[in-house]
């Protein structure tokens, strides 16, 4: 357990920022790649991952961003200032 413990890097970030979301949506594909299957060796997981990612930048791959601005004003109502005539 030490060892993966010492290999970890922990980042503090927000966790409501969009971009987190859409790290999250880039790992989910990864992972749908079979990325997130028993790879023997570490070095090979580098070679795969760096595959896909070149394969992914080539086709200036996009994420479907469906959270809209209605959806931001349901669920983060309390954020917003009410104005009232």
Do not use: C
């Amino acid at each position: 357990m030490g060892r993966i413990r010492d290999m970890l890097e922990i980042h503090y970030t927000p966790k409501h920022g969009s971009w987190l979301n859409m790290a999250e949506i880039e790992l989910s594909v990864l992972n749908g790649h079979g990325l997130s299957d028993r790879i023997p060796t570490m070095e090979r997981k580098e070679q795969e991952t760096a595959a896909w990612n070149r394969v992914r930048n080539e086709k200036a791959s996009k994420i479907d961003w469906r959270f809209t601005t209605a959806d931001a004003r349901i669920k983060l109502k309390r954020l917003y200032l009410q104005f009232h005539s």
